[in-house]
């Protein structure tokens, strides 16, 4: 436990501090608000849903599929190990932004109760891909948790190409959530906005409570983490082709943290024969 807080200790002093980036999330969370609140007023729910739809042709289904799924959380949760060595407190900050933005989406959705796709348009009229939902679709909790995502890691880099190379990649998840056919443009916009204010929570908090978080915690949060990435073995997120891009993630991700932890006597390799 010792060399696990004096690496936490030391990660304090290398963890990127505040950058301009982070109030430019929420600069753009205003900008999706208000892009979902101008597409809700202009024809409701479906406003865009079609044209949406028409514009995902340039991708075959398969792709809609992986990029869908790399916004679920497990495989979020799974990936942060990636990270979770060079930068211990971007999983203290990815708990604090998971529990605002857990509070955004489970606190907006029961009481919106907004139809989904699949709930009000003709069966074959439009594109589904994977399991059919029809209920609770605004705000998407995929598209939140893949911006929230991407805002968090823009702090660890100053290069402004990559950080707009990050976010990008949020808005071809968001986008997947209309190409599979389950959510509608509005609904990807204001889970921008929601993902990217979560994020930008995360990172003030994450910086303000540093002190707060130990070697203990660290190991209960990496902990947490490699259950994630266990249980991603087994999970499809509803649809038919991810099980193996599943899998390999999960495998990498276990296979990196654990490497990094044990070459570094953070804790025990496993025994074997010679």
Known sequence: MNKLNQHVASACK?????????????????????????????????????????????????????????????????????????????????????????????????????????????????QLIGSSISKKSMPSGHTLTAFAAAGLLTRLTANKAIQFLILIAACFIGWSRVAVGVHWPADVCMGAAGGLFSAWAGLQLCDRWQRFFSGRFYLILLIIHAGCAITLINYDGGFPHTWLFAVTASAISLASIYHQLSRHGLIPRLSHKE
């Open 14 to 126: 290398t963890w990127p501090t505040t950058q301009n980036s982070d109030k430019l999330l929420l600069w753009a969370a205003i900008l999706a608000f208000s892009l979902g609140t101008a597409l809700l007023m202009a024809n409701g729910l479906q406003t865009g849903f079609y044209s949406v739809q028409f514009l995902s042709l340039i991708l075959p289904p398969i792709a809609w599929e992986h990029l869908s799924f790399m916004g679920d959380t497990l495989v979020v949760l799974t990936l942060a190990l990636l990270f979770a060595y060079r930068y211990p407190h971007l999983l203290f900050a990815l708990l604090i932004t998971a529990i605002v933005g857990t509070l955004i989406t489970h606190g907006i959705k029961p009481w919106l109760a907004t139809p989904r796709p699949p709930g009000v348009l003709d069966p074959g009229s439009f």
